[in-house]
């Protein structure tokens, strides 16, 4: 009886942890999104992830090791941005996935409750490493801008940004 007891209890308490995800391919207009190696990129959402303050925001991007990974032809900008996305939604925080393609480049966004909209890139380099993430400054038809969250460092991209698409 005893061991029921336990046994019921544990499933109770997976029932209740469990996050309620939905996939998503990133496909509109009969045109898909890839990764590096050339597949249609999925994205999770977590139906009870909520907007962020801007400080919890940073706190989860300190805490995650997205930038950490190593920028190689499989593994480019919109896998970076698809593993933060389905890392933050995991977490209980909305993000949205973006498109630039007149910047040819994939980053997040995320509706804070108390800044308004942020823009996180958080591509790796070639070498790996830490703290490769970004806040983004994005502003339809200007050059497309950032700064580094975790150190000193300001990143130019060299394209004036049109946002494509968004995905939430």
């Given at each position: 009886?005893r061991?029921?007891?336990?046994?019921?209890?544990?499933i109770?308490?997976l029932?209740i942890?469990v996050?309620?995800?939905?996939?998503?391919k990133?496909c509109?207009?009969n045109?898909?999104?890839?990764?590096?190696?050339?597949?249609?990129l999925?994205?999770?959402?977590?139906?009870?992830?909520?907007?962020?303050?801007?400080?919890?925001?940073?706190a989860?991007?300190?805490?995650?090791?997205?930038d950490?990974?190593?920028?190689?032809?499989?593994?480019v900008?919109s896998?970076?941005?698809?593993t933060?996305?389905?890392?933050?939604?995991r977490?209980g925080?909305k993000?949205?996935?973006v498109?630039?393609?007149?910047?040819?480049h994939a980053?997040?966004i995320?509706k804070?409750?108390?800044?308004g909209?942020?823009?996180?890139d958080?591509t790796g380099?070639?070498?790996?490493?830490?703290?490769?993430d970004?806040?983004?400054i994005?502003?339809?038809g200007?050059?497309?801008?950032g700064?580094?969250?975790?150190?000193?460092?300001?990143?130019?991209y060299?394209c004036?940004?049109k946002?494509?698409?968004?995905?939430w």
């Amino acid at each position: 009886m005893r061991l029921l007891l336990i046994t019921l209890l544990i499933i109770m308490l997976l029932l209740i942890t469990v996050t309620p995800c939905t996939a998503y391919k990133l496909c509109s207009n009969n045109v898909c999104q890839v990764g590096g190696s050339g597949k249609v990129l999925t994205i999770s959402n977590n139906a009870h992830a909520k907007n962020p303050t801007y400080s919890q925001l940073i706190a989860f991007l300190r805490k995650d090791r997205t930038d950490e990974k190593r920028y190689t032809s499989n593994y480019v900008c919109s896998d970076f941005a698809r593993t933060l996305h389905n890392n933050a939604e995991r977490s209980g925080i909305k993000m949205g996935w973006v498109a630039s393609n007149s910047c040819n480049h994939a980053f997040n966004i995320v509706k804070t409750r108390d800044k308004g909209f942020v823009y996180i890139d958080c591509t790796g380099t070639r070498k790996g490493g830490r703290y490769q993430d970004k806040i983004l400054i994005v502003k339809n038809g200007k050059p497309l801008t950032g700064k580094y969250i975790f150190k000193k460092g300001k990143v130019t991209y060299g394209c004036k940004v049109k946002i494509s698409k968004v995905f939430w």
